[in-house]
C-alpha cells in the first residue's frame, strides 16, 4: 500500500523542531539586543564624561581662576550648566586638600578629579588631573 503525505505523528514532531529553533533563535536576537542597548548606553557615558574632560580642561588653561560645582543631577562651571543628563558622585581635590563646591579654583595649582557618571544600572568614572603646563 502506498501512502501519500505525512502522518500526525510526523507533523507534530517537526513543529516541535522548528519550535525549539525558532526559541533559540528568538532567545539569542532578544540578548542581543539587550546587549547591544547596554553598549551603547556606555558609550554615551563614556562620551559625556570625554565632553566634561574637555571643558573643565579648557577652562582651567583658559581662565585664571573658576568655580566648579558638581551635584547629584548637574555639573556647572562658572554658573553655566555644562552637563545634567546623569547622576553624579565626585570627589575634587584642590591644592592637595579636598575641594568645595563653589571655591573658586585658582588654576597655577593642579586639581584632581573624580567623577562618577551613572545611569540606568551603567556607570563610568572620569578621573584625571588638571594642571597648566610648566
Do not use: C, W
Not at 11 to 32: D, E, H, Q
Not at 107 to 131: M, Q
Request: hydrophobic share 35%; glycine share 6%.
Amino acid at each position: 500500500m502506498k501512502k501519500n503525505g505525512f502522518t500526525l505523528i510526523e507533523l507534530l514532531v517537526v513543529l516541535a523542531i522548528m519550535g525549539l529553533v525558532l526559541g533559540v533563535i528568538f532567545s539569542m536576537f532578544s540578548s542581543g539586543i539587550k546587549q547591544g542597548e547596554k553598549t551603547k548606553n556606555r558609550i554615551y557615558l563614556q562620551q559625556e564624561a570625554n565632553y566634561v574632560s574637555t571643558v573643565l580642561r579648557k577652562t582651567h588653561q583658559n581662565k585664571p581662576e573658576y568655580t566648579i560645582e558638581i551635584t547629584n543631577s548637574e555639573i556647572k562651571i562658572d554658573g553655566i550648566k555644562i552637563s545634567d543628563k546623569y547622576n553624579y558622585v565626585a570627589y575634587i581635590k584642590y591644592n592637595k586638600i579636598p575641594y568645595i563646591n563653589g571655591q573658586k579654583i585658582n588654576s597655577s595649582y593642579p586639581v584632581e578629579i573624580e567623577i562618577k557618571f551613572s545611569k540606568d544600572g551603567n556607570d563610568y568614572t572620569l578621573r584625571t588631573t588638571l594642571s597648566r603646563g610648566v
